[in-house]
């Protein structure tokens, strides 16, 4: 089964693709995550995503169709269940996965935008396990410490406010061709995610999941 999980940053989707991956041994495809890995490195490319990244716009189609083609292939099996987390972001992505294999379910996880910038700012994130946290509603029992491995817990650089609005802006200018184009496939649902629990529910209905 595949999964794409579509919606804002700060929606959820990083939050839902860890439960479908811990409790229903989903593998987990997140682009932003491997972008995150790639700019710990001090080479052309990842001074050229660094940038990109902190103006909140997106990386060039290529580029990024290129990191989930060699994801696939290394995941290797036409039958994985597979989670798809902030790709595709537009139509070009979306018909470029789809000649790589055949997605069921795009979700949209929808959220008020004021509450995005409220969860984003506040979010925190282990470097090692990814749980994610926030100071306002998830907080870790010892502050600012992993839960699960004792990990500091650190804010993504693209996480500032400033930031964050740029990357909603982005979201907004690309999300509804995107939608369309779902629709029009026959795979889109939607996801309200006004509390986590309620939004891992509806998609394990969704997608027939016990
Ligand atoms: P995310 O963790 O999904 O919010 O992604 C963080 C950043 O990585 C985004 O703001 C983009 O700069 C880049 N990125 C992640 N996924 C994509 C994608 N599918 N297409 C283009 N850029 C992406």
Known sequence: MVIIL??????????????LKEKHGFIHVST????????????PLANKLKQIML?????????????VRQEV???????????????????????????????DYAIDVQVDRDEIVKRITGRRVCPVCKEI?????????????CDKDGSLLVQRNDDQ????????????SLN???IEACKNMNILHTVKNDQLEHAIKQV???????
């Open 6 to 19: 579509l919606g804002a940053p700060g929606s959820g989707k990083g939050s839902i693709s860890n439960y």
């Open 161 to 172: 406010e400033s930031v964050v609005i740029e990357r909603y802006k982005t979201y907004m």
């Open 73 to 103: 292939l290394r995941i290797n099996n036409p039958q994985a269940n597979i989670i798809f987390d902030g790709y595709p972001r537009n139509v070009v992505q979306l018909e470029y996965l789809n000649k790589l294999l055949k997605v």
């Open 133 to 145: 946290y926030n100071i306002h509603f998830k907080k870790p029992k010892v502050e600012n410490t």
């Open 176 to 178: 509804a061709p995107l």
């Open 204 to 210: 394990k209905d969704i997608c027939n999941l016990k």
């Open 32 to 43: 932003g995550d491997v972008f995150r890995k790639t700019i710990t490195q001090d080479t």
């Open 55 to 67: 103006s909140g716009k997106l990386v060039d189609d290529d580029t990024t169709n290129e990191v």
